[in-house]
Structure formats: C-alpha cells, structure tokens
C-alpha cells in the first residue's frame, strides 16, 4: 500500500496487489465526523513491469462523482513513483530428481538463459568447479555410494549475488534378503489360536520408501509402510496377526518387500519376496452328517459322510448306551437311531443319524387260502421292503386287483409280484373258496313209456364237491356216492313216483324232487318202420 500527501483533506492510497492496483480516496474527517470516513473508489489501474530500465511509474487518480458532477470529474496526479526490479535467477535442473541405485552411476545437467559470471556444481561426491562462459554444466559421478548426498547447482549472475538450485538425490539399496517366520511358535497351528508372523528385511534403504505386503496365496491380505527418514540401509522387520481356521491348513504365506521409488525410480518398483512359509492347522473333527439309508448286509464303517479333522481321528457307534462295532453287517432289523462320533487330540465332535436299512421285497404269505363264501380276504400275505415294493397281482396272465369279498369266482390260482429298487419276487397263491351244494334247476316231472329207459339229471355244485344221494318214494336207493344221474331201465308202473336228489357237504344240503311218470304202451303203426302191433319204438 502506497501513502501519498494530504491533498486538501484528501487521502490517495493506492493498493498493489499483484494483480491490477486499485485506489481509493477517503476523506479525513477525525472522529467526530461520518464513521467510516466517505470514500470513493477508482478504477482499476494497470502496472507494467520492465525490465529494461527497471522503472515503474503509477499516474492519475480519478474521483468518481457520476453524470451529476463537474464534467470532466476531478483529478489529482501523482508525482513519478520509481521502483527498482532485479533480474530474475533462473537455474533449470534436468532430471530435477535423480534415483540410483547405490553405487550406480548418476548424473543431471543444469542449465541457464541468463547471463552470468559463474556456474557450478557443489556435492560432497562429484563437485564441479564454477565455469563462466557456459550455459550449461554436468555433475556426474560413476559410481555414487555418499549416503545423504545433496548436491546443488549454483550460479553467480553479480559479483554480490549468488542464486542455487538443490538437486533431489535418491539413493536406493534392494534387501539383501526377506524371510518370513513365525514368532515363538514351532509345528502346527491350532484352529481359533493366536499367531504372529514376521517378515524380516535385511539391509535395505531408503526404509521410509519401502513397503511390505503380506500374501496368503495369491490374495493380499495386509500392507505397512515405515516411517523413518534414515537414508542409510537399515534392517526392518513387519508382523502379521493371524487365527487360522481349518480352511488355512496347508495354506501358504509370503511377504514382498517393495521400494516405492516414484516415477523416476525403476519400473516396476524393485522387489523381494520371501520363501512361502507353509502353515499346518489342526483341529476338532467335523462330521457331515445325514440320515443312511445303507443296502442290507452293508458293514458300519462303510458310512459314507464324510469326516474332516487333523491329526488323524477315531470312530465310534452307539446305539442308545450300547457300543457297536463298526464292522456290524447291517440286517433289515438293524434300522434305527444311531450316534456316530470322531475324535482326535484336538477334539471330538458326535451326530446322530437315522439308519434305515434297504433291501429287496420279501413274502411272509402262504400257498394256499381256504375260506367260505362272502367272508373278507384276511390271508396274512405280507411282503416287506426297504423302500416299501409296488405290489401287483395277476392271475391267467392278466392283471387284477387283489381279492376283497370272496366269492367262488375268486377260486384259483393267482400270481403276486412285488418290486422295488432292490429287486423283483414273486409269489404263487391258490385261493380256495368254499361254499355250499346249489342244484341246478328245481323240481320237475319226466315222463316215459313203459318199457323204455330213461335217466333222471341231479346237476350240482358245491365246494367242497357234493355227495349226491337218490331215494325213491323215501327209500334209499344206492347209486355209488357222488352219482349225479339216476338210469332207470325198461320202467314199469311200478317206477313211478317221487324221486329225490340230495347234495351235501360240508356247509350243507339241498334237495331236488323229480316225479316220474310211467305210460302204458300204445300201439303204433308206421308203415315207415314196419311196427304194426303193441310196441314200444325205441326212437320214439
């Protein structure tokens, strides 16, 4: 802020702030006038810098009254304001950051473009002495091993002046060597337990530029980085907390040592990776467990869930408080509710299954069935399978449904298959129905000519088969058992008269009457057959 004299009560403070100056004018009013004091602010005022002859000059200030006021507005001018502006000190280093590797070679150019009356490099390794008539000068060294080195360009553009630029040296070393280990523990892990991993590096530097990532398998899992400003190779060491589970055994861990060395370092960034640190864990067998359905005759420790655990495990089968032994051949009658349990040092873990052993259909029925007429079909004709058998019946080759209500239509011989998964049995079954005598038809009367046979018809039916018996006007008249049909030759008068014909069994009896009537012979003439007197024509 530039001050200039009071000017009729007026105060001209003109502002420079890097940009476009602007002013302002206020008027002094001690403190018993208007607070703040009325000010009236001017337009922007542009500045121009040269640079030859280094002069500045700051000229008219305008009050600004607008179209009411005097016209042209009133102005006051400044005397000439001198200012004096230095020649810049331009040095331009390239690269401006240098990355080596220790003991490689290392070198920047530094140049200018303006004049001068020295330039040179100052560096605890490879300085270069000021030269004059150059615009350019190199520091460059063959084998760079200065620890800390900054080197910096100077440049003398007066006898009383000296400007410099520092050169950003970065020298690097890559771990000799990166190992992993676990810390205060040897053999395998416990599952759940705590553990801790280090990750050694040994003689690398810079240590603040340096990261390590740790992997498990190809999966990274955790980074850290160091902070410290030592430039010198340093070893470092990083840890790991970990708390494995059985999905970790025999999983693999490794650390990588990287130096971030930034885009003017090497790409990609130099890295070292540890030997992969291979983990064992151990823990409590875990049983998969499920319901069995195993084939009849299927031996115990053929249980086909699976069974995960280290070290190694034991089995064991009860059932209820009984141990059975694992080489048990499984019968039909072996079905139930089992505990299976595995153990090992770390543990032991139990499930209880539900085995229901299978197997093909088997019959528990007999050969033969006997029953009355009109009774329910109870045969006790089982068939028993795991899983249950579709169970068929067929009889004469077709299939029919099993036999409810018995009737003498049921009577024969039937065929049951049954079936499942396992296999395929049959059975033969005769179903004998019994029942009571039934005579065809009911009472008639026959009739025949004396001297002619004819034969009286009993047809019967019964099961058991009937015992027929023929009387005649209530006299027995022995015909041999189970004679159907009485033949009575060349009747006479006396033959006729009331036969009867019985059927019996075992569940009963019934009677047929059958009156025979006997007719006197007639004579017949048929000149045809030559009969010219009493006779009786046989085919008449």
């Given at each position: 802020m530039l001050l200039f004299p009071k000017l009729a009560g007026l105060v001209l403070i003109v502002l420079i702030n890097g940009e476009t100056p602007d002013s302002t004018v206020g008027q002094t009013v001690?403190?018993?006038?208007?607070?703040?004091?009325?000010?009236?602010?001017?337009?922007?005022?542009?500045?121009t810098v040269h640079e030859t002859p280094d002069r500045v000059s700051i000229s008219t200030v305008g009050q600004t009254v607008g179209p009411d006021g005097p016209q042209p507005p009133p102005t006051v001018t400044s005397d000439p304001l001198d200012t004096t502006v230095q020649a810049p000190c331009i040095l331009t280093l390239q690269p401006p950051k240098v990355v080596v590797k220790y003991g490689d070679k290392a070198s920047a150019n530094c140049s200018t473009t303006t004049d001068h009356i020295g330039m040179g490099w100052e560096a605890s390794q490879g300085p270069v002495?000021?030269?004059d008539d150059v615009q350019l000068?190199?520091?460059?060294?063959?084998?760079l091993v200065e620890w800390g080195i900054k080197p910096f360009c100077f440049m003398n553009p007066n006898p009383d002046k000296q400007c410099k630029v520092h050169l950003n040296v970065t020298i690097y070393k890559t771990p000799e060597s990166v190992s992993i280990s676990t810390v205060n523990h040897t053999g395998p892990m416990i599952e759940g337990g705590q553990y801790e991993l280090q990750c050694d590096i040994q003689n690398v530097a810079p240590a603040e530029l340096l990261t390590v990532s740790w992997f498990k398998g190809d999966t990274l899992v955790n980074k850290e980085t160091f902070a410290n400003s030592i430039k010198t190779p340093v070893n470092r060491s990083a840890t790991l907390q970990i708390s494995p589970s059985r999905a970790d055994d025999g999983a693999q861990y490794r650390c990588e040592a990287e130096l971030d060395l930034g885009p003017e370092g090497p790409q990609p960034p130099p890295?070292?990776?540890s030997d992969p640190l291979n983990i064992t864990v151990h823990y409590k067998p875990v049983i998969d467990c499920s319901n069995w359905t195993p084939l009849i005759n299927t031996s115990l420790d053929s249980f086909p869930f699976a069974v995960m655990g280290?070290?190694?495990w034991r089995t064991k089968w009860h059932q209820g408080t009984s141990r059975i032994p694992s080489t048990k051949r499984l019968s039909k009658k072996d079905s139930g509710q089992y505990s299976y349990c595995a153990s090992n040092k770390i543990g032991s873990e139990c499930c209880a299954t539900n085995i229901t052993v299978e197997y093909g259909p088997e019959f528990d029925c007999p050969s033969e069935y006997e029953s009355r007429e009109h009774t329910l079909f109870l045969a006790n004709c089982n068939v028993?399978?795991?899983p249950e058998a579709d169970v068929s019946w067929s009889r004469d080759g077709r299939n029919v449904e099993r036999p409810?209500?018995?009737?003498?239509?049921?009577?024969?011989?039937?065929k049951v298959t049954a079936q499942n998964k396992h296999g395929t049995e049959h059975h033969v079954l005769t179903i004998n129905v019994l029942y009571g005598p039934e005579i065809e038809s009911g009472d008639e009367s026959v009739e025949v000519y004396e001297g002619r046979d004819v034969t009286l018809s009993c047809t019967t039916e019964g099961n058991p088969e009937?015992?027929?018996?023929?009387s005649f006007n209530n006299q027995s008249k022995t015909t041999g058992g189970r004679q159907t049909t009485l033949t009575i030759s060349g009747a006479t008068p006396a033959d006729g008269g009331e036969y009867t014909c019985t059927a019996t069994n075992t569940f009963g009896s019934q009677t047929k009457r059958i009156f025979l009537v006997v007719k006197g012979r007639r004579l017949i003439t048929d000149v045809n057959v030559g009969c010219s007197s009493y006779s009786l024509c046989n085919h008449m």
């Amino acid at each position: 802020m530039l001050l200039f004299p009071k000017l009729a009560g007026l105060v001209l403070i003109v502002l420079i702030n890097g940009e476009t100056p602007d002013s302002t004018v206020g008027q002094t009013v001690g403190p018993d006038g208007p607070q703040p004091p009325p000010t009236v602010t001017s337009d922007p005022l542009d500045i121009t810098v040269h640079e030859t002859p280094d002069r500045v000059s700051i000229s008219t200030v305008g009050q600004t009254v607008g179209p009411d006021g005097p016209q042209p507005p009133p102005t006051v001018t400044s005397d000439p304001l001198d200012t004096t502006v230095q020649a810049p000190c331009i040095l331009t280093l390239q690269p401006p950051k240098v990355v080596v590797k220790y003991g490689d070679k290392a070198s920047a150019n530094c140049s200018t473009t303006t004049d001068h009356i020295g330039m040179g490099w100052e560096a605890s390794q490879g300085p270069v002495d000021m030269k004059d008539d150059v615009q350019l000068i190199t520091w460059s060294v063959d084998s760079l091993v200065e620890w800390g080195i900054k080197p910096f360009c100077f440049m003398n553009p007066n006898p009383d002046k000296q400007c410099k630029v520092h050169l950003n040296v970065t020298i690097y070393k890559t771990p000799e060597s990166v190992s992993i280990s676990t810390v205060n523990h040897t053999g395998p892990m416990i599952e759940g337990g705590q553990y801790e991993l280090q990750c050694d590096i040994q003689n690398v530097a810079p240590a603040e530029l340096l990261t390590v990532s740790w992997f498990k398998g190809d999966t990274l899992v955790n980074k850290e980085t160091f902070a410290n400003s030592i430039k010198t190779p340093v070893n470092r060491s990083a840890t790991l907390q970990i708390s494995p589970s059985r999905a970790d055994d025999g999983a693999q861990y490794r650390c990588e040592a990287e130096l971030d060395l930034g885009p003017e370092g090497p790409q990609p960034p130099p890295t070292v990776t540890s030997d992969p640190l291979n983990i064992t864990v151990h823990y409590k067998p875990v049983i998969d467990c499920s319901n069995w359905t195993p084939l009849i005759n299927t031996s115990l420790d053929s249980f086909p869930f699976a069974v995960m655990g280290k070290p190694q495990w034991r089995t064991k089968w009860h059932q209820g408080t009984s141990r059975i032994p694992s080489t048990k051949r499984l019968s039909k009658k072996d079905s139930g509710q089992y505990s299976y349990c595995a153990s090992n040092k770390i543990g032991s873990e139990c499930c209880a299954t539900n085995i229901t052993v299978e197997y093909g259909p088997e019959f528990d029925c007999p050969s033969e069935y006997e029953s009355r007429e009109h009774t329910l079909f109870l045969a006790n004709c089982n068939v028993t399978a795991s899983p249950e058998a579709d169970v068929s019946w067929s009889r004469d080759g077709r299939n029919v449904e099993r036999p409810h209500n018995l009737t003498r239509r049921d009577n024969g011989l039937y065929k049951v298959t049954a079936q499942n998964k396992h296999g395929t049995e049959h059975h033969v079954l005769t179903i004998n129905v019994l029942y009571g005598p039934e005579i065809e038809s009911g009472d008639e009367s026959v009739e025949v000519y004396e001297g002619r046979d004819v034969t009286l018809s009993c047809t019967t039916e019964g099961n058991p088969e009937p015992e027929v018996k023929w009387s005649f006007n209530n006299q027995s008249k022995t015909t041999g058992g189970r004679q159907t049909t009485l033949t009575i030759s060349g009747a006479t008068p006396a033959d006729g008269g009331e036969y009867t014909c019985t059927a019996t069994n075992t569940f009963g009896s019934q009677t047929k009457r059958i009156f025979l009537v006997v007719k006197g012979r007639r004579l017949i003439t048929d000149v045809n057959v030559g009969c010219s007197s009493y006779s009786l024509c046989n085919h008449m």
